[in-house]
């Protein structure tokens, strides 16, 4: 038994804006961090309100190996960002999500959504068109919960 509980749900689109790295499996525990340390201090920079329900970390694969992973806020579909930083499109559409204990359990939790729950869902695939991405609430900090979701379709 798996200590993930899965569950599927519809997400709505969102747009966000942030910053991206392009990074390896191999090398993405010290880029993706060193990314957040620097989209961190930009927050200031934002209008207010953005990133109020949180921050998302969306992963757009490029190959098996290879990714962007972008550090990002909600944004409104009326507002400008500044400079430096760039925007990407959430689609809306059908996600596994779980949640995730800590950021130490989120390469774990991943790992679980791609290889051994689709297995499990004969009813579910995993959408290989559609970035995935993790949920960070307001205030968040590395000991504290966030949710992971994986895009699935229905077969």
């Given at each position: 038994?798996?200590?993930?509980?899965?569950?599927?749900?519809?997400?709505?689109?969102?747009?966000?804006?942030?910053?991206?790295?392009?990074?390896?499996?191999?090398?993405?525990?010290?880029?993706?961090?060193?990314?957040?340390?620097?989209?961190?201090p930009r927050l200031?920079?934002?209008?207010?309100?953005?990133?109020?329900?949180?921050?998302?970390?969306?992963?757009?694969?490029?190959?098996?190996?290879?990714?962007?992973?972008?550090?990002?806020?909600?944004?409104?579909?009326?507002?400008?960002?500044?400079?430096?930083?760039?925007?990407?499109?959430?689609?809306?559409?059908?996600?596994?999500?779980?949640?995730?204990?800590?950021?130490?359990?989120?390469?774990?939790?991943?790992?679980?959504?791609?290889?051994?729950?689709?297995?499990?869902?004969?009813?579910?695939?995993?959408?290989?068109?559609?970035?995935?991405?993790?949920?960070?609430p307001p205030n968040?900090?590395?000991?504290?919960?966030?949710?992971?979701?994986?895009?699935?379709?229905?077969?």
């Amino acid at each position: 038994m798996s200590e993930y509980i899965v569950t599927v749900v519809e997400y709505p689109a969102k747009r966000l804006i942030g910053m991206k790295v392009r990074t390896s499996m191999a090398k993405a525990d010290t880029d993706c961090g060193a990314l957040w340390q620097a989209f961190g201090p930009r927050l200031e920079e934002l209008p207010k309100g953005a990133g109020g329900r949180g921050s998302y970390g969306v992963s757009v694969m490029l190959n098996a190996e290879d990714f962007d992973y972008w550090a990002a806020v909600e944004m409104a579909p009326s507002a400008a960002g500044p400079d430096g930083l760039g925007g990407l499109g959430l689609p809306a559409g059908l996600y596994a999500k779980v949640t995730v204990p800590n950021l130490d359990r989120l390469g774990p939790a991943f790992m679980y959504l791609y290889e051994a729950w689709p297995k499990s869902q004969p009813g579910y695939a995993i959408n290989y068109q559609v970035p995935c991405f993790e949920l960070y609430p307001p205030n968040w900090q590395v000991t504290d919960a966030l949710e992971a979701f994986m895009p699935v379709i229905k077969v």
